[in-house]
Nanobody, 125 residues
């Protein structure tokens, strides 16, 4: 059973950068992995996902500012977040789900069955 542990959240001023890490235990070679976020009173939404052949998808709101990547040797997923905005403030969760081969990862949170505990990101103006 895969387990996920996030780290790297924190508080930053608008325009700043953070890098989130998600260390996985277990085999994640054939999975969709991604980052989701949830702000108070809002639904959990996809930020970025990456499938086993490195097809990446981003939310429109983070396109060009965030980058998802994975170090297979370390079995760790990353989210580099640049040009942060106050509206990026949320709890960020790492997730893993069934692989999709050459198809893109699903965007809905209920498609993912393994979740980390979350890491808080707060961006002040």
């Amino acid at each position: 059973q895969v387990q996920l542990v996030e780290s790297g959240g924190g508080s930053v001023q608008a325009g700043g950068s953070l890098r989130l890490s998600c260390e996985a235990s277990g085999n994640t070679a054939s999975t969709c992995m991604g980052w989701f976020r949830q702000a108070p009173g809002k639904e959990r939404e996809r930020v970025a996902t990456r499938n086993e052949v490195s097809l990446r998808d981003y939310a429109d709101s983070v396109q060009g500012r965030f980058t998802i990547s994975k170090d297979n040797a370390k079995n760790t997923l990353y989210l580099q977040m640049n040009s942060l905005k106050p509206e990026d403030t949320a709890m960020y969760y790492c997730a893993a789900g069934p692989g999709t081969g050459w198809s893109r990862c699903p965007g809905r949170s209920y498609e993912y069955n393994i979740w980390g505990q979350g890491t808080q990101v707060t961006v002040s103006s």
